[in-house]
């Protein structure tokens, strides 16, 4: 069964550091990229970026650039999303969500087939 | 940055058709995808590209998209279904390909 496992839920204070994680199983890995979109509390889905676990290769929307990190680690089959100093609006439900290929006129579009569970990080002085 | 646009909610009767709209600059030249997403759940994939169907969702769900609307068609509708669905494409060669519409809350009456 193809699955994508994702770390538990955080807490943090403002300023700190944090990596949550996705483990992926019953696929091949490097074979798909992995996406990663934030859910901010009832509001809805935002695509962050996404990376190419086969070479960790990543990609970010402007929203999101500069920001966080994504990652991945072939040989744990495992992506991470990462941040270096949160801040109170980084409160949201993360999830992680594998994207499919279809070969279109302009070249490939993406959708995304399986997803995580999610991780609520809430960042709280 | 390329915009899809949905209807913030959509009311149906049990047993009727829901039919959830997502608009965008020809988007009938996009492939459109569709996601359900109950409460305190992750999403799931329902339709892709613009009427395929993944394995297990019910024939119940169908889309189409042509010109500057795409639609998510649900016939006999259940409580089940109740739900926020979201429209989304890879709008290629954008800094930001990866775009989902705002959500539309579809309630069962």
């Known amino acids: 069964e193809v699955q994508l496992v994702q770390s538990g839920a955080e807490v943090k204070k403002p300023g700190e550091s944090l990596r949550i994680s996705c483990k992926a199983s019953?696929?091949?890995?490097?074979?798909?990229?992995i996406s990663w979109v934030r859910q901010m509390p009832g509001k809805g889905l935002e695509w962050m970026g996404k990376v190419d676990p086969a070479d960790s290769h990543a990609s970010y929307s402007p929203s999101f650039q500069g920001h966080v990190t994504i990652s991945a680690d072939k040989s744990i089959n495992t992506a991470y999303l990462q941040w270096s100093s949160l801040t109170a609006s980084d409160t949201a439900m993360y999830y992680c969500?594998?994207?499919?290929?279809?070969?279109?006129?302009?070249?490939?579009?993406?959708?995304?087939?399986?997803w995580g569970k999610g991780t609520t990080v809430t960042v709280s002085s | 940055s390329y915009v899809l646009t949905q209807p913030p909610s959509v009311s149906v009767a049990p047993g009727k058709t829901a039919r959830i709209t997502c608009g965008g600059n020809n988007i009938g030249s996009e492939s459109v995808h569709w996601y359900q997403q109950k409460p305190v759940q992750a999403p799931v994939l329902v339709v892709y590209?613009?009427?395929d169907r993944p394995s297990g969702i019910p024939e119940r769900f169908s889309g189409s998209n042509s010109g500057n609307t795409a639609t998510l068609t649900i016939s006999r509708v259940e409580a089940g279904d109740e739900a926020d669905y979201y429209c989304?494409?890879?709008?290629?060669?954008?800094?930001?390909?990866?775009?989902f519409g705002g959500g539309t809350k579809l309630t069962v009456l």
């Open positions: 019953g696929y091949s890995f490097t074979n798909y990229w």
């Open positions: 590209d613009d009427s």
């Open positions: 969500a594998r994207l499919r290929a279809i070969s279109g006129g302009l070249g490939y579009y993406y959708y995304m087939d399986v």
């Open positions: 989304q494409v890879w709008h290629t060669g954008s800094a930001h390909p990866g775009v």
